[in-house]
């Protein structure tokens, strides 16, 4: 089955960096949609970055555009997130989840319907 396993939050000082990794098994990254997503204590869950693996040019969020970076290993069946600049207003949990079809939804945000979602990791930034 499809598992997904992130890695790599932690508490960091404001301006500081963090990478996160999300580990997949049970199927191809090449055939997927991969994205990062973000939920704080009492906010509505927001999608941060999507690739479509096999094209490997990431959608960002405005709010991180410029500030985060995706990636992805095809070898390591492994996909980043380099996280720097890091905000206050960047503490959350952190997902990443899988999907077989595309990342956008018609009105060009990222979609928050995937099929299959990890545990996910805390990221705390500090004042």
């Given amino acids: 089955e499809v598992?997904?396993?992130e890695s790599g939050g932690g508490?960091?000082?404001a301006g500081g960096s963090l990478r996160l990794s999300c580990a997949?098994?049970?199927f191809t990254l090449d055939d997927y949609a991969i994205g990062w997503f973000r939920q704080a204590p009492g906010k509505e869950r927001e999608g941060v970055s999507?690739?479509?693996v096999s094209d490997g040019s990431p959608y960002y969020a405005d709010s991180v555009k410029g500030r985060f970076t995706m990636s992805s290993d095809n070898a390591e069946n492994t996909v980043y997130l380099q996280m720097n600049s890091l905000k206050p207003e960047d503490t959350?949990?952190?997902y990443c989840a899988a999907d077989p079809l595309v990342c956008l939804t018609g009105s060009?945000?990222?979609d928050l319907n995937?099929?299959?979602w990890g545990q996910g990791t805390q990221v705390t930034v500090s004042s």
Avoid: H, K
Wanted: proline share 0%.
């Fill in 3 to 5: 598992q997904l396993v």
């Fill in 11 to 13: 508490l960091v000082q």
């Fill in 24 to 26: 997949a098994s049970g």
């Fill in 50 to 52: 999507c690739m479509d």
């Fill in 92 to 94: 959350a949990v952190y």
């Fill in 108 to 110: 060009d945000t990222i």
């Fill in 114 to 116: 995937f099929g299959s």
